[in-house]
Nanobody, 123 residues
Framework: QVQLVESGGGLVQAGGSLRLACAAS????????MGWFRQAPGKEREFVSV????????NYADSVKGRFTISRDNAKKTVYLQMNSLKPEDTAVYYC????????????????WGQGTQVTVSS
């Protein structure tokens, strides 16, 4: 099994920044890519960003391109999401996810999930 623990959420004003972290433990050799999804109240969970652990290849949702940056520290088995120029519409619970293969945008490609961390952006 793989365990994922997120941290770094909170309340920030519009235009501000936050950095999320996701630490993986357990059978991490199974992981090919780690990513972030988010879910706002009354909405479906949506893809935000993903990074492959070996090659560092990345993918971003159009809504966050140029504002969010994903990175990884393989030694710490941790993935980060630096979020800048935050908007009220970024408010959601952010979930870390791990995939055994590929950097897809569908939740079905991810086998492991964290418990989520709340990000609230006030206007």
């Amino acid at each position: 099994q793989v365990q994922l623990v997120e941290s770094g959420g909170g309340l920030v004003q519009a235009g501000g920044s936050l950095r999320l972290a996701c630490a993986a433990s357990g059978r991490t050799f199974r992981i090919d890519a780690m990513g972030w999804f988010r879910q706002a109240p009354g909405k479906e969970r949506e893809f935000v960003s993903v990074i492959t652990l070996r090659g560092g290849n990345t993918n971003y949702a159009d809504s966050v391109k140029g504002r969010f940056t994903i990175s990884r520290d393989n030694a710490k088995k941790t993935v980060y999401l630096q979020m800048n120029s935050l908007k009220p519409e970024d408010t959601a619970v952010y979930y870390c996810a791990a995939s055994p293969g590929g950097i897809g945008t569908s939740t079905s490609m991810y086998d492991y999930w964290g418990q989520g961390t709340q990000v609230t952006v006030s206007s």
